[in-house]
């Protein structure tokens, strides 16, 4: 499963989505944005050279914050490049094994689906003859600040075994992020909301993940 990660077919893709992401012009902390790399091939070709011999380490995230609707403030972490490449590339080797386990009433984080979809089916229940009445709305509050890495790696190898990947993972968690402050963070807890957030973002069924265990 790690050799797809590197694969260079996977590396296009994941670089293209990547690229073409509306953050492709925000640099994470070494000032390097995507839409700045002159060359994409050399640049894939070093990074699939790193993944392969096992040398690549995700590198902290640049934090940065934006006023929720709510008045308080949203932390996204934001990647180096090559680590929204990769996480990109992860994502889908990943996506498939985890797509397959979700009912068609789950809309959350996953290709094709939005709210909006959601919302329709509410409607379309609330309308049918059986004539249902009730809606339950909830959710894990700081779900990405607060999860434990260690319960969300035993969820992930219920389904991943391949000890690289699960490493991999695991690197990306601990990052670290680097504040608006100038000062370095450890990430002991939480995944910082932006992991994908330029590739696509939001860690792959994270809170998915939790909501179904």
Not at 170 to 197: H, M, V, W, Y
Request: hydrophobic share 35%; aromatic share 8%.
């Amino acid at each position: 499963m790690y050799n797809l990660v590197y694969d260079p077919a996977f590396l296009q893709v994941a670089w293209a989505r990547v690229r073409g992401n509306r953050g492709a012009r925000t640099p994470g902390v070494d000032g390097i944005s995507p839409i700045s790399i002159s060359d994409p091939n050399e640049f894939l070709d070093e990074l699939r050279r790193s993944l392969k011999q096992r040398q690549f380490t995700p590198t902290r995230v640049r934090e940065r914050k934006i006023p929720k609707a709510s008045g308080k403030m949203r932390r996204l972490g934001i990647p180096n490049t090559s680590d929204r490449v990769v996480q990109a590339a992860m994502k889908l080797v990943l996506e498939p094994i985890f797509e397959a386990d979700f009912l068609p009433c789950s809309y959350g984080f996953r290709p094709k689906r939005r709210a909006q979809d959601a919302i329709a089916e509410i409607h379309f229940f609330a309308n049918s003859p059986r004539s249902y009445e009730w809606v339950f709305e909830g959710d894990i509050e700081a779900c990405f600040d607060e999860i434990d890495h260690g319960a969300l790696m035993a969820r992930i190898r219920r389904r991943i075994s391949h000890k690289r990947i699960l490493t991999l993972i695991k690197a990306f968690l601990s990052a670290g992020i680097l504040s608006e402050e100038g000062i370095n963070r450890r990430t002991i807890t939480g995944t910082p909301q932006g992991g994908l957030c330029e590739a696509s973002h939001n860690p792959p069924y994270v809170k998915q993940t939790i909501m179904r265990s």
